[in-house]
């Protein structure tokens, strides 16, 4: 079973600064992939970012990269030069690439970003 | 492109009554994945369907709750009869067929929220 751990509940960031959310996962599978979602208050989710697990490089998108661990099964998301649109709940996924398309979201991380 | 569309975007019901969830996948997505998000229990994924035929249930709480895709174009989720613990955001989300590196981000509706008195 797959098991996806967001251990920062709620943080805030001042505007333009940078912020790290954490996200480690369980997994004994050897492919896989990673993926991070916004949820802002209007509840909406957007897809964000993707990191496989034979990805040699850390993904970046625009001010979001991916700070990709394997060793340590962590894949921390850095949001740089924070935005006050960056206020929102963001999730951490994972996925199974072998066999199975569903995705195991962590319990979230809220982001408040002060002007 | 229209994304994921889901309707109604809220409903209110009463207990014992029916409930149908309506959602229209992105056109060429073969995978369909119904949620359930509620602030004890997180994201939940409930079913999910590929190429119209159900793959994964185990998340279906009970029988009150059945999902069926009878096209590529349409999927319901019904709740009957819904009970208050049914209240939750109900989120829809497709993907396409396998892409490079394994990357398949789901596509997610605005979701549904079920108010159930």
């Known amino acids: 079973a797959q098991k996806i751990t967001q251990t920062q509940p709620g943080m805030f960031v001042q505007e333009k600064e940078a912020v790290t959310l954490d996200c480690t996962y369980d997994?004994?599978?050897?492919?896989?992939?990673l993926f991070w979602y916004k949820q802002p208050s209007s509840g909406e989710m957007i897809f964000l970012i993707y990191?496989?697990?034979?990805?040699?490089q850390n993904a970046t998108e625009g001010r979001y990269s991916l700070n990709f661990q394997k060793a340590r099964k962590s894949a921390n998301l850095v949001i740089s030069a924070s935005q006050l649109g960056d206020s929102a709940m963001y999730f951490c996924?994972?996925?199974?690439?072998?066999?199975?398309?569903?995705?195991?979201f962590g319990a979230g991380t809220t982001v408040t970003v002060r002007a | 492109d229209a994304g994921v569309i889901q309707s109604p975007r809220h409903e209110v019901t009463e207990m014992g009554q029916e409930v149908t969830l309506r959602c229209k996948p992105i056109?060429?997505?073969?995978?369909l994945f119904w949620y359930r998000q509620t602030m004890m229990r997180g994201l939940e994924l409930l079913i999910y369907?590929?190429?119209?035929?159900?793959?994964?249930d185990s998340g279906m709480p009970e029988d009150r709750f059945s999902a069926k895709m009878p096209n590529a174009s349409f999927s319901t989720l019904k709740i009957q009869p819904s009970e208050p613990r049914d209240s939750a955001v109900y989120f829809c989300?497709?993907?396409?067929?396998?892409?490079?590196?394994?990357?398949?981000?789901?596509?997610f509706g605005p979701g549904t929220r079920l108010t159930v008195l």
């Open positions: 989300a497709s993907t396409p067929p396998r892409g490079i590196r394994g990357k398949n981000e789901q596509f």
């Open positions: 369907f590929n190429n119209n035929v159900p793959i994964d």
């Open positions: 990191q496989g697990s034979y990805d040699e």
């Open positions: 056109s060429g997505h073969d995978y």
């Open positions: 996924a994972m996925r199974d690439l072998s066999n199975d398309y569903k995705l195991s």
């Open positions: 997994t004994s599978d050897q492919s896989y992939g």
